[in-house]
């Protein structure tokens, strides 16, 4: 999964806020190429390598846990009010720090509608939902806070543990079929890989602030419901259609299929030259299955 021959120095440390579904994936690979990963989790447990953090009830690490570290990476969302938990609680810690990049995981949903159409990172945000806009104003906190910030606008994440087969296998599924309705995806190994990548090649690669982190080809949901039916050697049920599935589906639901677009990895993978390992959602979920399986 990780180009375990490029070197990153071993000295590293990396403190994860939020290790969650991404953030402990990203710790993971870390972790073996044998840097200090340490994830932030809103409970105790039991594991060395985690510590608590919760912006909503002031649960602040302790400095031994800021010590020696060189790297950042925040994958918490904004909290309720709009704000980003990491810099509202943390940020004149961290920036005491002395620092060699810091990365924030936000999403696509900045871009707003486009119809289907392409978007990067050039355009201009314009963020339809209410989370979408508070995210926008995360990412505008991060980039003002005068840290070595990279930010990655990712689309819908999926991986091991967290795919169109788990939700088949509960029966969490609805087929839904919406014409003309595209989704750009990510598997989670590719978030984990095109970070590495660009840390370890931060000295050689022009630096970006904002960088897509997206599959090659976005496609209808069904595409990838159907293909999930046919690796677990499942029958498909018959499809709803959008229009008439939406009174049953919950509001954040609903609001996932007013947008639609198609979001570019080109200044990723053709100007800074990271190769996808799951290019597209087959090689992704057939990689889910073998995990399943194993
Ligand atoms: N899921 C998607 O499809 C998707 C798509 C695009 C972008 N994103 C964004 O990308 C980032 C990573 O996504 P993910 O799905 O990997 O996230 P996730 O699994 O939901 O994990 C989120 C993490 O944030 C922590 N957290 C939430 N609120 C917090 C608070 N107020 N104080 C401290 N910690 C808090 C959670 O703590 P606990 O571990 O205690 O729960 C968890 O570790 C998130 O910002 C997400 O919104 C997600």
Known sequence: MVDLSSPL????????FGGGFSGNYFAKSIRQLGCIALASSRSKSNDPNS????????????DSIFEGVTHILSCIPPDKNGNDPVLKKLKNKIKSLSLAWVG?????????????DWVCEKDQPNPLQ????????????????????????????????RSTLEAIKTKK?????????????????????AIIYLIQNQDNLDFYPIINIA?????????VIRYGYQLLGLEMP???????????????????????????????CEKLGYKLIYKNYKAGLKDCLIRIKS
Do not use: M
């Open 9 to 16: 120095a071993q000295k590293n440390k990396f403190l994860i």
């Open 51 to 62: 510590f608590v953090f919760n912006s909503e009830d002031n649960s602040i690490p302790e």
């Open 104 to 116: 924030y995981l936000s999403t696509t949903g900045v871009y707003g509608n486009t119809y289907g």
């Open 130 to 161: 209410k989370r979408s806009q508070r995210r926008l104003n995360c990412e505008k906190e991060w980039i003002n806070s005068d840290l070595p910030i990279q930010i990655f606008r990712l689309p819908g994440i999926y991986g091991p543990g």
């Open 173 to 193: 599924i609805k087929v839904i079929d919406k014409e003309n309705q595209v989704f750009s995806r990510i598997h989670v190994g590719d978030i984990a890989n």
């Open 215 to 223: 599959d090659d080809e976005p496609c209808s949901q069904i595409e």
């Open 238 to 268: 018959k499809k709803i259609l959008f229009e008439k599935a939406k009174k049953d589906l919950s509001p954040i639901a609903q609001s996932f299929w007013i947008e639609n677009r198609r979001v570019s990895n080109k200044l990723l």
